[in-house]
Each structure stands twice: as C-alpha cells, then as structure tokens.
C-alpha cells in the first residue's frame, strides 16, 4: 500500500472525444439528463413517476401532499445532480446549471434547522431521524448528495450545495457518536465512501474518522442493526417479515476478518470503496489486507467474465464460490459500478494495473450492457444467457428482463450510468509527484501538471477494436515550472492491460524495448525520451485476437463451454445473428475464429465468427416428444458474435454469453 | 371417453407384498404414521410444531388457546385420517383405529351448528367463513376431509366420520348456490374432486353438481376470486402484497380453454381431476377435450423425464413450454400426487395405458424421491441437479435442499406421500364389467371378482428390476357365479409400458402369440386360456435395458445433455459414488452402458454403469483464476448411475440427472 494514493486528475481537465466512448458519453447530456430530468418531475408518460421533486416541494413546504416513492427516492436527485455537474466540466450548460441551482436551493430549503435531510422522514415521520438504519437509507442518501456536492463544488466552484451537504455530515458525526448510536452503522453502505471524499475536499478529518467508526463498527457486537427494532422510537419502512440478515448487510464479521464477499453487491462493494480509501489514510494494513482478500474473493471465485457480480436473482446478492449461473443471476449494473470504483480505488492505493483490468471489465462489459445504445432504456439485472420466452412475472426469471426498460420506479441504475459515464475522465488517469499513470485508453485531449509544468496530451486511438494508441504531449504555455514539477522529475505510466499481446512503444517513431515495467505499467522517464516531455509522439501497439476463454471447471454452469473475449470486451451469441435456440448451437474450439471491422452494425463494431455445429432440422421437434431415445441430428452452423456490451439492441431474442463446445 | 369408467379395485381386498413397493409402503404403518401422530401433536422435539390437534381442542372448546400455523394446518389431520384408513385395509391395529376415531369425534366437536369445519376461522374469526376464497383454504381443506372421511368409511364401515362430512358438504352445496356466492370458485382447488367422490359413495348427485360448478365457474366472469377482497366481509389472510394473479388457481380462462397448464401445479393438477372425473360423469366431450388438452400439454412440454411438473422455484408453477430448468425447478412432490392422480383418472376413463405410463413415471420417480428411505425425512422439492453449496436460504436457491427434511411446518408433502403409499393398491389395477385391468406390476394377493366369481391372484415380480412377472389365479371359495359374472364373458388387460421391449406372455408354460391388443393392453380372453380363469399361471416377460434418453433441442436446459432411463426408472449420478463436481464428468453415448444387481447398494437395486471422461486433474484448479485461455484436459471416468427415487439417502452430495455427452 503507498503512503500517498495517486490521486484522480480534475474533470474539468479532461475532454474525453473518442472513438468508442463518444456513442455513451454523448447520451448522457443528449438523452439520459433531460429524460431524467423529467422523471424527477413525472413527466415521462410511459414510465413509473418518481415523485422525487414533488417529495423535495412539500418537505419544503412549497406544496401540500405527502410523500410518494421509496424510501431512497430522495437519491435520484443527488445522482442526477452529479450527473449534471460531471457534464458540465466538459459542456457547460447555462440553462442546465440553473436548473441544477435552482434544485440545490430546493435540496437547502427541505433541510431541517439541524442539518437533516430527507423527505421520507420529514414528510411522513417529522421530528424523526435515524430510528430505522436497517431499513431508512438516510446515511445512504445523503452519501449520495455529499458525492453530487462535491462534485458540483469542483466543477463550478459553487459552494452552496457543498455547504448544505456539510451541515448534514456534521449532524452525522454528532448524532452518531452520541450513546445512543455508538455502535450504529449504515444499513446500505455509501456515506462510508462520501465523507472520505468529504475529508479529502474540505481537509476535516473529523469526516474520515467518522467513516472509519463506520467501518470499524459493522460486524461488531453489540449488534445494532440486528437488535434495532427493539428500539422505542423504530419505525417500520418496509414491514418486511424476514427476519435480518447479518450476511445481507456485510454487518455478520468485523470488516478485517471478511475474507468472502457476501450479501448485496451493491452495499458491499460501497463498503469496500471506503475500506480501501480508510486503509490508505489511516495506513491500516490489516484493513488493506481485507480488501486484498475481498478482491481475490471476488475476481477468483465470484465475478462472471463480464465483470457482473452478485449471483443470485433473490437479494441482489453474492452466493458462495463459483456459483455464477447464467440465466437466474442478478449481476446489477449498479454493483459493477461498485466494483470499478473499488478497483479504482485498490489502483489508487497501489498503483497495480491488475486492478484496472477488473475495473476496465466491470465497465466496458456490463456498466456499458446497463444502457441501451440510444440512451433510453436500462437493464437493473445482466443476464449472461436469456431466453425471452421464460422471462415471466411471478417464477423465478422474474427480475430478469431480455429488453431494457425505460425507468423504473426503484431508479438507481440508470443514474449511477448515467454519473459514470459523465466522470469517465476519472477512469482514465492517475496522477502523482512522481508523474502521470494512463488507465485506461481514450482518445481526447487532457490537460495536466503530472508530467511537470502544463502540458496537454492528445490521444487518438480506436481502442479497444483496434490497439493503437497514439499520444502527443505538447506544452500549453503559461507553464510555471518549480523543481518539484520539472519535466525531468516526471515520469509517464502507461498500463499494459493483462490481455495486450506484443505490446510495442514508440516514441518519436524509434521503437524503445528496455523500459522499464512496475506493476503493470510500462515506465517511461526522461531517459527514455529524447529531452523533455514536451514534444514527445508516443505510439502504443499491442495485439488483442479474438480467442475463447473457459472457465475454472469448478463453476458449474460453464462446464463444457466457452466464451470469446477480444482485449477488455466479452462477446456473445444473439438470436438476430444465430436463429433460435442458441442452446442448440455448438461452438469448435479447434477452428479459428475470424473477426472483421462492420461500420453498419450496432454503430460500428467488430464482429467476430466462429465455426460450429446446431441441430440438422430444428423444425422436426416442433411436434415431437419432450423425450427420446435418439439425439438429434447435428449440421454445420458459422457462429456470429457482437459485444455482449451491445446484446439486446436489435428487439427481443435469445443470447448466450457462454456456448457449448466440441470437448 | 367411455361411457361408464373403469373402477378401482377396494382396497380392502388388496394386499400387496411386493419386492420393491414393500420398502415404501412398510415405511408408512412403521414410521410415518406414528411419527406424523406425533408430529399432530407437537412432540417432535427437533421439528416445527403442527398445533393441528391443538387448533381442534381449541375449536371443539375442549381446551383454552388461539389457533397456531397456517391457515390450512387442519389438512395434517385430514391426510393422516385417510392415511390411517389405508393402513387399516391392510395392517388392522385396534390402537391406531382408536385413535383415529377419538381424532373424529374431536373433528366433530369442532364442527359447528351449520356443518361449517375449520379451526382457524373457528378460533380467529367466529361466525365468518368463506370470506376469503383465494387464500383461506377451507374448501380446500374440507376436500382432504371429505376424501379421508371416504376412505375411513369405505375400509372401517364406520359412517360417523362421513356423515359428519356430508354435512359440511351439505353447508357447501346450499352457500354457494346463493346469490352471493354464486360465481365463487375455490382458490385452492380439491373440494371439486372429493365432490366427485363423495357423489360416487353416497349416490347423491347435488355433490357432483357442486363440483361440476365450481369447475365451470373456474375462469368465468365475474371473476370472483379477482374481485373477492372488495367484499365487506373480507378478511385479509395472508397481507400479500402482491396483486391477485388469475392463472396462479388456474382462473384466468374457462376451463374449456385452457390449453396450457398454468398456474400452481398442485392446485393445478387437482382441478384436472375434477374435470376428468366431471366430463366422464356428466359424458362431456369439450371437458374431456381440455382434459387432454392439458395431460399433452404437460407430458409434451411442461414435465421432467422424472414426471415432475411445476418448473418454477417461485410459486411452484408451471411457466412456458420447455422451460425446464435442472437446478432451480420446484417440481413439488404434491405435484406429482396430483399428476398421477389425474392420469389414474383419465386411464379409467379411457382404459387407455398411455396414461399409466405417465402416471407409473411420476409414482416411481418424484414421489418416491420425496421420502427418505427410512421413512423419517422428506422432500417437498425435487430437482433434477443438486449442488448442495449453493442450497443456501436467502438466494435463488433457497427452496431446494440438498438433503430432506424431517417435518415441515406446512406439512402438504410428507402426509400426502403416506396416504399415497398407504392407497397403492388403487394404483394397480382397474375393473369394469368386462373384466380386469393389471396397470402397474406389483408383487402380491388380490382378491377380485371382477374376472368373474370370487378370484384371488398370486403375482410375484421382481419388477422394475427385472421384467418377468408371474400371475397365478385361482378361485376363492363361496363364488356366487350368475351370467354376469361368468368367468366366461372376463378378459384380462395386462398392461404392456410403452418401455418394455420383446413383450411375451407365456399360459400355463405356452406363449401365445395372437393376443388382441388393445389401448396399450393386452387383451386375455376365453380363447387364450385353456378353460376358466381359475388355474390359470400367466407369465409375461419383457425386457427394459438401460438405455440413453435425449430432450427434445427446444429443452435449452437439457442441451448436449443424455440421461438413462431403465423401464419406468429414471437413473442419477451422485458425488457419493462419482466425486465431487459432477458437472465435469461428461458421457459417452457410443459405448455400452452395463447393468448389475447389488444387494448392498440402497437396499437392492440395479446399479447402472456408463463410459465417460472428466477433467483429469481437478485439484489443480483448487487455486486457478476463474477463467482461463486454456480448457482443462480430459481422461477416462467410469460413471455410476442409481434410481433417481433413491438419491439423497447417503448423506448430502452433488447429484446429476443430465450428464453433459459427447457429440
């Protein structure tokens, strides 16, 4: 663990234009804000109201009426607030940020005159606060607006919405150190992970300790959220006749003794976030070494190839080892969200590009799968395998849905995209003294001091169809160089992804071979360039073939099958390209699969084609018995695969992530 | 459809003793039925208690107290009345008939003024009844009552317990014809077939007019049970929050036009007795056209090769054609009662065998699946692939065990088990004025007259484990031969399984050859034997090698799959005998499958042995990544396969039913 973290570089810095991301990035100001926007305020005719800004008015005392929506409905405002406030460091928007203002002095006049915010409670409880952490989401929502006024505060420089959000965190810090709350903890994890970043903003620590007494005290007895109903003042939200569960909630072991990943997906992966960033502050070792073991729990035993966690459709929830079903699983887009920031974060700690391969794969294959590519619809669960006929209401494929839907009345996906896709930037690099780390591969152009003075790098690539990255590093003048940014100090880290087959460096069109490699990276520094950064052309090649993948024979469900991955994207078999009955379909692993660039598919992708074998006559068994003693005749098929990032945006059909193979 | 159907032979005339069903059905006088007593009576130490005697003595005023368990708790007493009943036809104890005519004064006791039973609207809501259709379960209850009264009567010659249920039947006959309730329809159905019953022992016709009703109602408009919890009257049971769904009880069309089974499959498959026994009685074609409607529906596209039905975990329901998932499918035991059940019905209404193939193929299969073979422990659901890791509550998985239970809280399976075995002579054979039907082939002594006379059959078999079974008659003393009667105008069906291959009959020592057939049977009449039926050995031989059996493509779950089927048993391979990760193991379905007897093995069984491969070093993948660019060698297995009605009696284990072939 590094005694400083490397941090993010600003947003407002970055101007992400690229090839790949450019068709998601581009919805988010096109499509996701203004639709969202008119969620917040019930005005999209066909899809579920929100009540989210109606709820805000009369907690303010603007409207009369009650409160309608969950409990958390308050956070589909902070999401989209820090939504609008990503896209506005790289589209200002004078009509979006009034709006954005004018929502900030709604979210101030709806807080109480201690600091407390929440429209459920204040609506429909007044006077009451925290009397239901199980169930209530407070902690959990303010986290969400502390994130959203952060990221406000950085990109506009506002501070009122920062403010606000402060007089909640203080109230937070008192009221739970109070006798009463000295052992509480979050029921859904996320203030954890705001009030560290809270810490870092306003440099008050008092926020980081109260984030680690959050952590510190989860697992621990006396057991708060198990014995909180006994309370006096305990209302009940939900009325759930369950009885709860420790595992559920990551509240069964104190954090340093998990050593499995369990319980919802989504609450734990925000718990990891702030496990990862308290470990580095505090230098805890035995709490990154939790997050060591939780991690490797995770990608060894627990994570689909498409980086979807959460195996079980029931609780949103991890199981145990290799159970990873492909056609019951939830595998939330908002739970890979989690598990990039938490690698993000595990990156930022270490600086081990192994991390970012997770990270780069939760996003670019079920994040991405999370939104339709025209920005309107969203999937909650990501299914490696559907088939549409048995997606029925009321069984067990009930939360599976093999369309996107438009808006759902539990709307935490389509906004946490939405934030992710409009801070991409934070994805992309790493800074430190000692220079500048690329994550990820985007083209744009990105201005930064990491590699001393001001300088801009231009990236131009077709990643991650194609290998080539190119980057020009050129100075932007009004550079004030000190000893401590001097170029010659800096040094530039480039990831070498764990899929990059004869990855090349050029610079100034001379190939260099004895750089340097740490952790992942390929280190360059001023031996490596002709004399200053300034004025540099790097060219990055590497090869990244389409090739199948197995999985360890202990996951039941792939047993006898195979994927294809090409660098960072898994593909998969759709009903639109292969017929029905995918199940049918046998792939030869034996045979070479052949891939070609095709601009008019799904907005221009590579597909891949692989040789394989399917029943003879399909249509004889239209009528035949459910069972005989003669298998069915196998033919010759050419199997075709699309981005499993894209499936599901040619109509309703089958697709299957994992195919059968000749053994 | 015929015009008068095939009757049952009295049980009391029936005594089977028989190499196979004798480990079953010596289980139920031995251990269930005193167990289950207990059970009634709260005395199991390590089960969850019933309170159903409790609830009675707390009805009947004999005792102080509230009614404890749910709502259809009364049921327990019910099947275990018609449990014991059975029992007594072929084990006479005093003791046990003592205590079950004290259970029948207390349910008299418990019986109010009007005739009206049930112990949880007695105790909970005095004065109210059928207020709550969908989910109160009195209807429901007061069939298992009814049948349990029927069988009580028919073998003891006791009419107390009847006449106190005619009189609840008389309640039900005058409620729902009022203006009221005269679109009602039962939401869990199985008054209707003891209805059938009760009209059949009594010769009173109101009760299968009533039956005949409450199915024609069933899917009608007004739409009762949608509408029902409008009514002022109605009394909330359950607080399901969730939205009535109408094909959930099988009430979303007339049941004419049902053409697809939906819908829970027990309450499912309960109606479809009804109609069955209703089309024949009343001689009507379109309700016997739906009857086989549904009985193709399910057999070509709804069921398991083990005869299991109700594919989905949720709800325990049936969802689309071929859908039939391995590991998450409830396919509850009860289910498969209900399904043999209705084909007996549709068998002795069309004298055709098809319908005991089926019927022997969910008996021998799931039902027997459902019970330990010490008779002490059971299972409600039966998968076809078990992975006893990931079993675990709060998941998908949730409802399947990996072992069986002692006693369930809702005890529907364990006692519905019982009086099935318990009654299994009424699954042997039928009778009509023509003469005798042999349906499935069980060693011991039945009395008869139905081949003219007072005759006794001998058979002894070592069937499903050898296909000869050997048949002596002979007269009984005291026949009372008319024209009627005369052994003459008799023939025999014998059954011929649509499984068995090289189908011989020898009489006394001499095949013959030019039998009719017919219906599936084969018909023995006077001009087969030498002279009469008394004296006559009848030897049939078939034979039913292990044999591999194949899905139908369209099943996506069974892809690349082969199971084993030998006669009417369904094979499985368990980790007890194969290791652990069955998923691994593939077959190879060029080679030669072996048989052999093994006295030791599960009681006595034919063990089965097939060629296969599995991945040659699995201890190696202990600590691999989960995927990998390399598929994991290969080397020979040789696979155990045992009965699927024995799996889970050695301890919790991996077990497969489809094994992954070769192609």
């Known amino acids: 663990m590094r005694t400083k973290k490397l941090n993010l570089l600003p947003l407002k810095a970055l101007n992400v234009d690229d090839f790949f991301w450019n068709k998601y990035t581009g919805l988010v100001t096109k499509e996701i804000i203004p639709y969202q926007w008119k969620a917040l305020n019930d005005e999209v005719a066909d899809a579920e109201p929100s009540y989210c800004i109606d709820n805000f008015k009369v907690a303010a005392g603007l409207k009369e009426g009650t409160f309608h929506g969950w409990v958390f409905q308050d956070t589909d405002l902070a999401k989209w607030l820090e939504a609008v406030a990503y896209s506005l460091s790289y589209e200002p928007n004078e009509v979006l940020e009034k709006l954005a203002d004018d929502a900030i002095d709604l979210v101030g006049k709806a807080q109480q005159e201690n600091g407390y915010i929440n429209t459920h409670f204040s609506i429909l409880h007044p006077g009451k606060q925290y009397c239901n952490l199980k169930e209530g989401h407070e902690l959990y929502t303010t986290g969400h607006f502390i994130e959203a006024a952060i990221a406000y505060y950085e990109v506009t420089g506002k501070d009122k919405f920062l403010n606000i959000m402060k007089k909640n965190a203080d109230l937070i810090c008192e009221v739970f150190h109070t006798e009463k709350y000295k052992n509480a903890v979050p029921g859904h994890e996320e203030i954890e992970l705001a009030l560290m970043k809270l810490a870092d903003v306003t440099g008050d620590d008092k926020y980081s300790d109260m984030a680690k007494d959050f952590v510190d005290r989860r697992g621990t007895e006396p057991n708060y959220l198990f014995n909180e109903s006994k309370n006096e003042d305990f209302i009940d939200v939900w009325h759930d006749p369950n009885p709860y569960i420790n595992e559920y909630g990551q509240n069964h072991l104190p954090v340093r003794k998990q050593k499995t990943a369990e319980g919802h997906a989504v609450r734990a992966t925000y718990l990891y976030c702030a496990m990862a960033d308290i470990a580095q502050k505090y230098q805890d070792e035995s709490l990154f070494e939790a997050c060591e073991n939780l991690y490797n729990n995770i990608i060894n035993k627990r994570m689909y190839i498409t980086g979807g966690i959460g195996s079980s459709g029931v609780m949103e929830r991890f199981t145990t080892d290799y159970d990873l079903p492909n056609d019951t699983n939830y595998s939330e887009s908002c739970a890979s969200i989690g598990l990039a920031l938490f690698c993000r974060r595990m990156a930022q700690i270490t600086g081990d590009s192994k991390y970012i391969d997770t990270m780069e794969l939760a996003l670019m294959n079920t994040v991405l799968a999370g939104i339709a590519m025209d920005g309107k619809s969203f999937f909650y669960v990501n299914p490696l395998e559907v088939w549409p006929d048995n997606c029925i209401p009321a069984t067990d494929k009930n939360h599976v849905k093999p369309v996107r839907q438009k808006w759902f009345g539990c709307a935490c996906c389509p906004p946490n995209i939405a934030r992710t896709l409009s801070s991409l930037g934070e994805y992309l690099f790493m800074q430190s003294d000692d220079g500048l780390f690329i994550n990820m591969f985007a083209g744009g152009e990105y201005k930064t001091t990491a590699l001393g003075g001001f300088k801009k790098l231009d990236i131009h690539t077709k990643f991650p169809f194609d290998g080539k990255i190119s980057i020009s590093i050129s100075d932007i003048p009004d550079a004030v160089v000190t000893t401590e940014?001097?170029?010659?100090?800096?040094?530039?880290?480039?990831?070498?992804?764990?899929?990059?087959?004869?990855?090349?460096?050029?610079?100034?069109?001379?190939?260099?071979?004895?750089?340097?490699?740490?952790?992942?990276?390929?280190?360059?520094?001023?031996?490596?360039?002709?004399?200053?950064?300034?004025?540099?052309?790097?060219?990055?090649?590497?090869?990244?073939?389409?090739?199948?993948?197995?999985?360890?024979?202990?996951?039941?469900?792939?047993?006898?099958?195979?994927?294809?991955?090409?660098?960072?994207?898994?593909?998969?078999?759709?009903?639109?390209?292969?017929?029905?009955?995918?199940?049918?379909?046998?792939?030869?692993i034996t045979k070479p699969i052949s891939e070609y660039w095709d601009e008019n598919t799904l907005g221009g992708i590579t597909v891949i084609k692989a040789h394989g074998k399917t029943i003879k006559n399909p249509e004889q068994y239209d009528d035949e018995a459910l069972y005989s003693d003669t298998p069915a005749e196998l033919g010759y098929k050419e199997i075709t695969y699309v981005p499993y990032a894209n499936w599901g945006n040619r109509g309703a059909g089958e697709m299957y992530t994992w195919l059968r193979r000749f053994c």
């Open 485 to 588: 940014n001097s170029e010659a100090n800096k040094k530039l880290y480039i990831r070498i992804p764990s899929y990059a087959h004869n990855f090349t460096i050029k610079i100034n069109g001379s190939d260099i071979t004895d750089y340097r490699t740490e952790n992942g990276y390929a280190v360059l520094s001023k031996a490596d360039i002709a004399s200053a950064w300034r004025g540099t052309d790097i060219e990055i090649n590497f090869e990244m073939p389409a090739h199948f993948v197995y999985a360890n024979p202990k996951v039941r469900a792939d047993a006898g099958k195979a994927a294809i991955k090409k660098g960072p994207l898994v593909y998969c078999a759709e009903q639109v390209d292969n017929g029905e009955n995918i199940s049918s379909i046998m792939v030869d």
